[in-house]
């Protein structure tokens, strides 16, 4: 009888991946139940009538409803937007300030903190104080620019400069990476720098080829966690609309988020208005898996191209 050609595995081998199992443990139960479960909960209440009360089978209506629904439509170009013209605006932003910084000698501790003080207003009170400032007939920054002769916009309430009113905040906001960044480029080698010049490389070529390569993995970091906030654009959006329109919650009156005229309705807020105040959960279960759809195509389309610029380089 011919012994068999595959021996049992050592029994070390087994308890290793018994103490693998053990150490990973923690981590498994947090993708299944903060992850997996409600990933596949929102499935299944998509196809849903749902109200908290009542379910109700109802196939694919749910779905044809939201790819017939104009507000989706409109919230997903305005979110859209925000991942195309804000988030690129923060980086620069934010790189070019922090680039600054590492320049400046004296006084660079005090300007650091200044740079980083807006991240720590909270999101109400900042989003608040950014409508006074910017309100066209009491703002104290349209009284500035009629000074030197400009007429300025009515920022929050005019559909052409809500949005971009909106990433002037978060703008001014960007402290926190403005640290990362800053912290990236003082950790760049000196000796780099100091070889690309003896090449004769002036300051942009040092910067593109020295500084961008090294902290790149910092730049796909900030870019794909910008994108994924972009994309749940939330609270500023919200109270902006409402401070700007004058909506109060009165009895007997509700407040339809995206003034003006829909400029800053966002994905996450048509999904709230749709959930907890018209209450379809099963619709706003669709309209969740769409944005997980959307951070996910975003995150990959990112990755890839910084594992391509990583491999050009």
């Known amino acids: 009888m011919m012994a068999s050609t595959h021996a049992a595995p050592p029994r070390w081998r087994r308890g290793e991946g018994a103490r693998a199992l053990l150490w990973l443990a923690p981590w498994i139960v947090g993708v299944l139940v903060f992850f997996a479960y409600p990933l596949l909960a929102t499935v299944y209440f998509s196809f849903q009538r749902y109200d908290l009360f009542t379910l109700e089978f109802v196939g694919l209506d749910n779905w044809r409803y939201a790819f017939a629904d104009e507000r989706v439509y409109q919230s997903a170009r305005n979110t859209l937007w925000l991942v195309a013209f804000m988030v690129p605006a923060q980086l620069f932003f934010a790189l070019g300030v922090a680039q600054l910084l590492t320049k400046i000698k004296s006084g660079a501790g005090v300007l650091r903190t200044i740079f980083y003080l807006p991240s720590l207003v909270p999101t109400v009170a900042g989003t608040v104080a950014f409508v006074y400032l910017l309100n066209p007939a009491t703002g104290p920054v349209n009284r500035l620019l009629a000074l030197v002769g400009i007429t300025g916009p009515d920022w929050f309430g005019s559909p052409a400069w809500a949005k971009p009113s909106l990433t002037l905040l978060a703008v001014w906001g960007v402290g926190n990476t403005m640290m990362i960044f800053l912290a990236a480029l ?44 972009a994309v749940q654009y939330f609270a500023q959006a919200m109270i902006a609309s409402r401070v700007a329109s004058g909506a109060t919650d009165s009895a007997g009156t509700t407040f339809t988020p995206g003034y003006p005229d829909g400029a800053l309705l966002t994905l996450p807020q048509h999904l709230f208005h749709t959930g907890f105040r018209d209450w379809s959960m099963g619709l706003a279960c669709v309209h969740a898996l769409l944005l997980f759809a959307v951070s996910m195509v975003f995150t990959l389309i990112l990755l890839r191209q910084f594992s391509r610029a990583e491999g050009d380089s």
């Open 186 to 229: 003082l950790d760049v080698p000196r000796h780099l720098y100091e070889a690309a010049a003896i090449d004769g490389a002036g300051a942009w070529r040092q910067f593109r080829n020295v500084t961008l390569p090294t902290i790149s993995p910092v730049l796909m970091f900030s870019a794909i966690t910008g994108v994924i906030y």
